[in-house]
Every structure is written in C-alpha cells, then in structure tokens.
C-alpha cells in the first residue's frame, strides 16, 4: 500500500503561483511514478502531469505546458507541481497519484490521495 498526502492548495489571483507537494509513504520505492490529475465538479478527472521515478521523464496535459513544472525529491519521498501563470480555468480540486507511467497517463493508476482545493480569482 502507497499513501499519498497533498498539501499547498488556496486562494491565488490569476497570474499568481502555488506549488503544490505530495507526501508519499508506505510501500514507496525512489522508482514509484506519480502523477497529479485534477477535477472540476461535473467533469471527468483529468491528468495534469506525471514524473517517472528517477526524476528525469516528465509528461504534460497540453493546457500547462510551460506554466506548470512536475519535480521530486526522492529524499524526502514528496512530488512537487510548482504551478505559474495561473488561470481562473485551473480552479479545481487536484490529486497526486501513483502507478506506472501507462497508468498515470491513461488516468487509471493505483493508488489516489485525498485532493488539495486550488482556487484561483480574477
């Protein structure tokens, strides 16, 4: 079992920033990928982006390419998603999540944490 612990989600205007972080612990390995997908109500989830486990292979969802960056610190277990050039659009509930690279990216992976609220005003 993975758990996954999100935090560094609020309130930001548009073109502010938030760096968001992923806590993992439990059956973790410095190979385990993850990923963060978000929600807005009434929509499906969607992937935002994924790092493998070295560090070294990143994926975007189109939309926050060049504005969100995905990084981790294997020494400290946690995945970061520093989030620029924020727009009211990215106002939704977003998720870490862990699992193969295929499973982030085809929005199946394994195990899910509990979410963080990014509010974002104009």
């Known amino acids: 079992q993975v758990q996954l612990v999100e935090s560094g989600g609020g309130l930001v205007q548009a073109g502010g920033s938030l760096r968001l972080s992923c806590v993992a612990s439990g059956r973790t390995s410095s190979s385990f990928p993850i990923g963060w997908f978000r929600q807005a109500p009434g929509k499906e989830r969607e992937f935002v982006a994924a790092i493998g486990g070295s560090g070294i292979m990143t994926y975007y969802e189109d939309s926050v390419k060049g504005r969100f960056t995905i990084s981790r610190d294997n020494a400290k277990n946690t995945v970061y998603l520093q989030m620029n050039s924020l727009k009211p659009e990215d106002t939704t509930v977003y998720y870490c999540?862990?699992?193969?690279?295929?499973?982030?990216?085809?929005?199946?992976?394994?195990?899910w944490g509990q979410g963080t609220q990014v509010t974002v005003s104009s």
């Open positions: 999540a862990a699992g193969a690279i295929s499973r982030l990216r085809a929005g199946v992976p394994d195990y």
